[in-house]
């Protein structure tokens, strides 16, 4: 079954402490993102990428790294610098970069910095 | 700045139909989506609309206005399993895309 995978599902650190958040895809996309979700809030940008070894950032950048050693991988480093970094953490991908085709969704982490 | 507005909740009846609107302000267009999303998972997919004009799919519509920057998602023949919020979005002139903040969708019986 292809598909994108995010784990772990619940994920709790004491603040201070930097977190990584997995992304894997077996869908063969070109470009992956990373977005996080607040309550009352729409789905906002934190980095993206659209080929391998490349990454830009997104709306909400700060606080955060990525990495793209393949392309079927994308983590997400939370840093101790994320002020507020409770919150709802979406992987997606779609098939090219650019392209105007619809995004797949992981399951998605939910952090809680305690 | 680049806006989506959606109605924060909606409530409607079992089997009856309900209209989701969305409106927009982005820096160019290249499409409009619409995704469902049920409490504390991925949203998945239901329609993109490029073009004015209505796209039906099963019991789930979508209309697009390009030039009143305006859309809306049409559910006929409502169900619990309906129950979701639904997440309006639009590809900017960059391939991003901006998202609403979503609608909550409650369905009564």
């Known amino acids: 079954d292809g598909g994108i995978t995010q784990s772990p599902k619940y994920l709790f650190r004491k603040e201070g402490q930097n977190v990584t958040l997995s992304c894997e895809q077996n869908l063969n996309h070109d470009a992956m993102y990373w977005y996080r979700q607040d309550p009352g809030q729409g789905l906002r940008l934190i980095y993206y990428s659209q080929i391998v070894n490349d990454f830009q950032k997104g709306d909400i950048a700060e606080g955060y790294s990525v990495s793209r050693e393949k392309k079927e991988s994308f983590p997400l480093t939370v840093t101790s610098a994320q002020k507020n970094p409770t919150a709802f953490y979406l992987c997606a991908s779609n098939p090219l970069a650019g392209g105007l085709d619809e995004q797949f969704f992981g399951p998605g982490t939910r952090l809680t910095v305690l | 700045g680049q806006n989506i507005d959606q109605p924060t909740e909606m409530t409607a009846t079992e089997g009856a139909i309900v209209q989701i609107n969305c409106t927009y302000q982005?820096?160019?267009?290249?499409?409009l989506f619409w995704y469902q999303q049920h409490a504390g998972e991925a949203p998945t997919f239901l329609s993109y609309n490029v073009l004015d004009g209505l796209e039906e799919k099963g019991r789930f519509s979508s209309f697009l206005s390009r030039s009143k920057g305006y859309s809306y998602l049409l559910l006929k023949e409502l169900q619990m399993k309906d129950s979701a919020s639904y997440l309006c979005?639009?590809?900017?002139?960059?391939?991003?895309?901006?998202w609403g903040a979503g609608t909550k969708l409650i369905i009564k019986p």
């Open positions: 979005a639009v590809m900017d002139s960059n391939y991003q895309l901006i």
């Open positions: 982005t820096s160019g267009f290249n499409g």
